[in-house]
Nanobody, 122 residues
């Protein structure tokens, strides 16, 4: 079991930046993949970025070059640095853990946080 708690969301103007944090209740050394997902109003939840225990990352095309995911295993924390934010980035952002897999699909994740709201004004 692992509990995940997101923080760092808020209201920001277009072009601004936010850094989201995801604190895990226990070590994440043995969690193969951590991911950030988002769900905008009226839309399906989508995988935004993922990072494996070895540091391999991947991003949705819509955020490549703007978002950076990182993990600090010793602090049991995963981050999502979001730069050059756009109004279409407005969503609830969720942190999730795929303990044994590569986290390539939504259904692969075992544990989820409650989410943090990000709102980007134009």
């Amino acid at each position: 079991q692992v509990q995940l708690v997101e923080s760092g969301g808020g209201l920001v103007q277009a072009g601004g930046s936010l850094r989201l944090s995801c604190a895990a209740s226990r070590t994440i050394f043995d969690i193969n993949t951590m991911g950030w997902h988002r769900q905008a109003p009226g839309k399906q939840r989508e995988l935004v970025a993922r990072i494996t225990v070895g540091g391999t990352t991947s991003y949705a095309d819509s955020v490549k070059g703007r978002f950076t995911i990182s993990r600090h295993n010793a602090k049991n924390t995963v981050y999502l640095q979001m730069n050059s934010l756009k109004p279409e980035d407005t969503a609830v952002y969720f942190c999730a853990a795929d303990v044994t897999g590569w986290g390539l699909g939504e259904n692969e994740y075992d544990y989820w946080g409650q989410g943090t709201q990000v709102t980007v004004s134009s």
